[in-house]
């Protein structure tokens, strides 16, 4: 199977990590849409990374659901996610935060990279910043484990590590200053295991 889509872009980079940590073997296409929109077209009908390709052509979108078929694909033994109850509930909301910062984060860098210097519109950029600060702020404030669930690395600490490593290259404002400790130490602690280091985040 091919994963396409860089690593700079987050949601790519935790599938990467996620594949690697569940010993899935595949490829990659280090697509970037916003050089190639094209490709990313025929890859996506909305034409965005990651996409994952299967073996028999089939093309997976959405990084939660290529999430959700590399753990069905391992089994409920594997999973990065708890099978039930409220450690699963918690680790799914862990990852939706993690992911909605993401999702604003992206928004606001595209507000400013994207649009003409004179239509970027300061009181939507600062809306969006504040939903940044809103996520992070619940994240950091975690009962605190060496992971976000105690003991138990899961999904959660793949998506949280991965958010805050793109924050500090692409949106450097929202994490300046140290200000969430407790989410720098856990990206500290996750960059340094195998499965990130073998997907680094390219320069921009
Ligand atoms: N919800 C999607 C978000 C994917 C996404 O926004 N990817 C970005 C790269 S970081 C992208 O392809 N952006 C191009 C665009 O939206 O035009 C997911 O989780 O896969």
């Not at 929109?37 to 299967?54: D, F, H, K, T, W």
Request: a neutral charge; glycine letters at 8%; aromatic letters at 4%.
């Amino acid at each position: 199977m091919k994963l396409i889509g860089r690593n700079l872009s987050p949601y790519t980079r935790r599938v990467a990590i996620a594949m690697t940590l569940l010993d899935v073997p595949h490829e990659r296409e280090y697509l970037s849409v916003t050089a190639d929109p094209a490709r990313g077209l025929q890859v996506n009908p909305v034409g965005r990374v990651p996409v994952l390709e299967l073996d028999d052509g089939d093309r997976l979108i959405e990084s939660g659901a290529i999430l959700d078929y590399l753990m069905e694909l391992v089994g409920p033994a594997k999973s990065p996610v708890p099978p039930h109850g409220k450690a699963r509930r918690d680790c799914l909301r862990l990852m939706a935060i993690a992911s909605g910062v993401l999702d604003k984060a992206v928004a606001a860098i595209y507000e400013v990279r994207r649009r003409p210097a004179e239509k970027v519109h300061g009181p939507w950029r600062e809306h969006l910043l504040r939903q940044v600060e809103g996520g992070l702020s619940a994240l950091n404030d975690q009962p605190q484990g060496p992971w976000l669930q105690g003991e138990h690395f899961s999904m959660a600490d793949i998506s949280v590590a991965v958010t805050m490593s793109f924050l500090h290259v692409m949106l450097k404002e929202s994490v300046a200053d140290g200000r969430y400790g407790h989410l720098e130490g856990l990206r500290d602690r996750a960059e340094a295991l195998p499965a990130f280091r073998a997907h680094p985040l390219e320069n921009p």
